[in-house]
T-cell receptor, first 120, second 113 residues
Framework: GAVVSQHPSWVICKSGTSVKIECRSL??????MFWYRQFPKQSLMLMAT?????????EQGVEKDKFLINHASLTLSTLTVTSAHPEDSSFYIC????????????????FGNGTRLTVT | DAKTTQPPSMDCAEGRAANLPCNHSTISGNEYVYWYRQIHSQGPQYIIH???NNETNEMASLIITEDRKSSTLILPHATLRDTAVYYC??????????????FGTGTRLTIIP
C-alpha cells in the first residue's frame, strides 16, 4: 500500500533556530501534501496544503513566513519552522495524495508517522 | 461541509466487539465516511471508508444507516492494541487535487484487559 515517510521522527532545538521536517511519498507521486499540527490531547489541525510546483496554501491563522513549505518534487515536501519558539513545540504530521485522489473519491489519504518537535 | 459528532470516550472489554458511533446528519450525497485511528504519538492510520453500503475489511466493519446520517465502526474482537483515538471524518472540499480531511475530536477508545 501507499507509504508516507517523515523525517526526523523527533527533534529538539534551541529557541531561535530553524528546523526542517521532510515528508516523502515512497511508492507514489504526490501532487498534493498536507501538513498538520497536533498539540497534546488535541486533534489534528490542518496548517497548510503543499502543492507541487506552486505556492502552498495556508489555513487561516498560520503564518506563512514562519512555516515555510517547499514541494519541489512529486515525492518530497518540506516544512521549515523558522525562528522556533517553545510554543511551536508540537507533533507535526504530513499526509499525501496520489495524483488521482481527487478523481477517485474513495481513495484514502495516507499519513506519515509524525515528527515531535521540542523547542527549548 | 458535513460535520461529525462522536462520543469523547468509550471503554470496551478485551475480546468483545467495540462499536463506535458517529453522527453526520449534514452529509451530502457524494461524500464518503472515513474512519481513521491514531495510536499515541503516531500518525493517523486508515481503517475503512464507505458511501452508503456496509463495508468490511480485515480491520473492521462499517455500518452506515439508510439515511446516511450516522454510522458505526465495529471492531469485532478488540485487543489491547486497539486502544487509540478513533476519528470519523466526512471528506470535505470541492476542488479536485485540493481536497482535505478535517479532523474532529474523535473518540478515545480504551480496551480493558
Amino acid at each position: 500500500g501507499a507509504v508516507v515517510s517523515q523525517h526526523p521522527s523527533w527533534v529538539i532545538c534551541k529557541s531561535g533556530t530553524s528546523v526542517k521536517i521532510e515528508c516523502r511519498s515512497l511508492d507514489f507521486q504526490a501532487t498534493t501534501m498536507f501538513w498538520y499540527r497536533q498539540f497534546p490531547k488535541q486533534s489534528l489541525m490542518l496548517m497548510a496544503t503543499s502543492n507541487e510546483g506552486s505556492k502552498a496554501t495556508y489555513e487561516q491563522g498560520v503564518e506563512k513566513d514562519k512555516f515555510l513549505i517547499n514541494h519541489a518534487s512529486l515525492t518530497l515536501s518540506t516544512l521549515t519552522v523558522t525562528s522556533a519558539h517553545p510554543e511551536d513545540s508540537s507533533f507535526y504530521i504530513c499526509s499525501a495524495n496520489p495524483p488521482n485522489w481527487g478523481l477517485l473519491r474513495n481513495s484514502p489519504l495516507h499519513f506519515g508517522n509524525g515528527t515531535r518537535l521540542t523547542v527549548t | 461541509d458535513a460535520k461529525t459528532t462522536q462520543p469523547p470516550s468509550m471503554d470496551c472489554a478485551e475480546g468483545r466487539a467495540a462499536n463506535l458511533p458517529c453522527n453526520h446528519s449534514t452529509i451530502s450525497g457524494n461524500e464518503y465516511v472515513y474512519w481513521y485511528r491514531q495510536i499515541h504519538s503516531q500518525g493517523p492510520q486508515y481503517i475503512i471508508h464507505g458511501l452508503k453500503n456496509n463495508e468490511t475489511n480485515e480491520m473492521a466493519s462499517l455500518i452506515i444507516t439508510e439515511d446516511r446520517k450516522s454510522s458505526t465502526l465495529i471492531l469485532p474482537h478488540a485487543t489491547l492494541r486497539d486502544t487509540a483515538v478513533y476519528y470519523c471524518i466526512v471528506r470535505v472540499g470541492h476542488n479536485f487535487g485540493n481536497e482535505k480531511l478535517t479532523f474532529g475530536t474523535g473518540t478515545r477508545l480504551t480496551i480493558i484487559p
